[in-house]
């Protein structure tokens, strides 16, 4: 927009004209300009005068090709009704005629809802399928060829890999499945192993092995058993009771004879889970079995020594020693094949102490002395000591 600025004058009616002859000498008076300009600038404009300008020829230049004012845009197609367009080159701006047929002038539509829900279902399909394809070639629902070759040598090398619930997989031999089992992971099961106390005569505790060295030779030189529990502040026992009332019996019966000791719990944890691979039930067995061992040697031994002059055992008592060691012996060996690596070693002494304590008694029966007594006494306390280990160890 020009902001030139111009003047009006309005000539008042009443107002008389001025001397003629005084107009006339003032417009022959000479004017001097104090500056002359040799070019012609033009018309003064001002700053928002240029960026209006700017302003319009960016806005020319981003858009269609000019058409001139008043002008239609030509025909596209000539077959349907459309709007008529029509530019103003100077402002730009579109004016739109209702009444012109031909052309076509569009804007960007939405996009087809159909489309959208026709990609998202198919999308959805194809996932579906693909995981029912993968769900059924681990559930062995789908053949692959080659797959019943790869899984006979796989479990022929020890991993079986045969799907779950399949019974049409090929089955290797009674071998390969031995072999197989033997690799196979512990894994825990329910048990049911009760708690189990028993009272230990406590010789005494020491700060050090050298402690614990002497007082076990002190205990042996006597002829009495000797066990040194180096895990448990270094102590040192004598013997052991199922019973607390025996346990008493025999610290008066040492008193007299000048010896000290002390009755100390010990106590074995129940265990209703463990680490185990193989049958539950027999190692439950076992251990049922292995405390009725412990309580008929014990009281054997601690009735054969509280006599004054010890006897060999009966012939009724001595068969059944032999009976429950058998059925011992069966049950250890069943049982035994499940044990995780970490166990095994225990396990192994336990079955050395039991046996001990067997061949002690057969000894004592053959000659009837109170050494073979305490020695089954030294026997029987590596085993619980051992055992109540091992119950730690693979009890969850």
Known sequence: MNKAKMTFRFDEPNRKPANNAAMQEQSETKVVSLNEYKSDYGVWSSPQDELDAI???IRESDRMPQIPAGKERPEQDGKEERDTIVWDGETGYVEVDETWKGGSYRTPGSPSWFKIFISVTGAIATGAIFGFVVLSLFNGDVQIPG???LVADDVKTGAAIAPSGRTDVKQADPEAKEAAT????????AVDIPAQNYYMLQYGVFSGLEGVNQAKQELQQKGLAAYADTGDKNRVYAGVAVARED???LTQQFKAQGIEFYVR????????????AGDAKQVSQYFEQSAGMVRLLNDVAIARLMEKEPKALSESQLQAIRNEH????????????GLPAEAKELWSQMTKAMNSAVVAMNEYNKKTSETHLWEVQSAMMDYIM?????????GT
Request: aromatic share 6%.
């Open 55 to 57: 302003e319009r020829e």
């Open 147 to 149: 797959l019943d070759k």
């Open 182 to 189: 033997v690799q196979t992971q512990p894994l825990s099961v």
């Open 247 to 249: 346990a008493m019996l």
């Open 265 to 276: 719990t010990v106590e074995l944890p129940a265990i209703s889970q463990m680490t185990y």
């Open 326 to 337: 058998q059925r011992w012996t069966e049950l250890e060996s069943k049982a035994q094949s």
């Open 386 to 394: 051992l055992e109540k280990s091992f119950l730690e160890t693979i």
